[in-house]
C-alpha cells in the first residue's frame, strides 16, 4: 500500500517571483452625436489604467454596426442621437443572437426620461458627462466585470421626475419578504456583501435573492430592478439612499 502525500509542496523562488496573470484591458466603443465629446471621451478614457477605446460612433445606427464589428466589451451610450437613439440602440444590441457587450449610458441631463427607459431596455447604469474621468471610467470597469452601477439619489431624482410609463407594476405577491427586503436594499446602493452582512447571512444566499427578484421582476439586471422598485412605489423617494 503506498502512503499518499498530503504535505503541501513548498514553493520555489520561481513561484514567489512569478508575475501576476495579465488582465485584458477592457475595450470601449463610444457613441455619442457630438464629435468634440467623442474626441474628447476617447483622449481622457485612452488614458485611463485598463481601458482601450476600440471605436466612436456617432448615431445609435452606427453604436450598433460598430459594436457588431468591433465586438466592444463596453458600450458608453449617449441616449440623445440622431437616426436611432440610445435606447433603441441598447434594445438591438441586447436583442442579438451573439455575446452582447455591456452598455453604459453617459448623459448631461440628471433628470432624464431618456435615461430610465435605456436603464429599463437593459442597460447596466449611466454615467453623468460631468463625472470626472476617472470615475467614468470606473464605473466602465465596474459593468465589464459583471456588476451593475446604482448611483440611487441620481436614479431617484431621475424616476421621480419622470416615470416611466411602463406596465411595470411590482409583484408584490410573487416576492417574498426577505426579497423586498433584498430589493429596498440594492435601491439603496448596496452591494452583495454589504447586504449578506446587514442581514448576517452568507454571500451566496443574497445571491440567491438577487437572482429570484431579477427573474421575479423580469429585470434585465440590478439597475433595471431598482428602477421598478421606484416606479412601483416599493421604494418612495424619501427612502434613504
Not at 30 to 56: K, M, N
Amino acid at each position: 500500500m503506498i502512503a499518499s502525500d498530503t504535505s503541501t509542496p513548498a514553493l520555489t523562488s520561481a513561484d514567489v517571483n512569478a508575475p501576476a496573470p495579465a488582465v485584458a484591458p477592457v475595450a470601449v466603443l463610444i457613441a455619442d452625436d457630438d464629435a468634440v465629446t467623442r474626441s474628447g471621451l476617447r483622449v481622457l478614457l485612452s488614458a485611463q489604467p485598463g481601458i482601450v477605446v476600440v471605436g466612436e460612433a456617432a448615431d445609435g445606427v452606427e453604436a450598433v454596426e460598430e459594436a457588431q464589428r468591433l465586438r466592444p466589451d463596453v458600450v458608453l451610450m449617449d441616449v440623445r442621437m440622431p437616426r436611432l437613439n440610445g435606447i433603441e440602440a441598447t434594445r438591438r444590441l441586447l436583442a442579438g443572437p451573439e455575446a452582447a457587450p455591456k452598455v453604459v449610458v453617459i448623459t448631461t441631463f440628471e433628470n432624464d426620461g431618456y435615461v430610465t427607459a435605456a436603464l429599463s431596455a437593459g442597460a447596466c447604469g449611466f454615467v453623468l458627462k460631468r463625472f470626472p474621468v476617472p470615475k467614468i471610467a470606473e464605473a466602465v470597469r465596474v459593468v465589464a466585470a459583471g456588476e451593475a452601477i446604482v448611483f440611487p439619489a441620481a436614479l431617484r431624482q431621475m424616476v421621480t421626475a419622470r416615470p416611466l410609463n411602463s406596465a411595470e407594476a411590482l409583484p408584490r405577491a410573487a416576492l417574498t419578504d426577505r426579497e423586498e427586503e433584498v430589493l429596498r436594499l440594492m435601491a439603496t446602493g448596496l452591494s452583495n456583501p454589504e447586504i449578506a452582512a446587514s442581514f448576517g447571512v452568507g454571500l451566496e444566499t443574497v445571491k440567491t435573492h438577487v437572482g429570484n427578484v431579477l427573474t421575479k421582476l423580469g429585470a434585465q439586471n440590478r439597475t433595471h430592478a431598482v428602477v421598478i422598485a421606484y416606479e412601483s412605489g416599493l421604494v418612495v423617494p424619501g427612502f434613504p439612499g
